[in-house]
């Protein structure tokens, strides 16, 4: 029984490098995507910088709520 425990630590380790992972680049993305967007529609305040990564980190909670949820 205690063979499984360190496996099932790595395991969640693993789990959460993972989800941290996620978060690094969907952030990244957003900011990217949002810049760009921003210069497309030429807009004078970078809204979508700021829209798109607020929307990248609502997901993940929302994710991460869903999957740590018990049933």
């Known amino acids: 029984m ?3 425990q360190p496996q099932n630590n790595n395991r969640l380790l693993l789990q959460y ?3 941290a992972f996620q978060i690094m680049v969907g ?3 957003g900011v990217y995507a949002g ?3 921003d ?3 030429k ?3 970078p809204l979508l910088v700021w829209i798109l990564p607020l929307m990248v980190i609502i997901a993940l909670i929302v994710k991460a709520v ?3 949820n018990k049933k």
Do not use: I, S
């Open 2 to 4: 205690k063979e499984k």
């Open 17 to 19: 490098a993972g989800f």
């Open 27 to 29: 952030l990244a993305l």
């Open 35 to 37: 810049h760009q967007f």
């Open 39 to 41: 210069k497309w529609l």
């Open 43 to 45: 807009t004078g305040f």
């Open 66 to 68: 869903k999957d740590t």
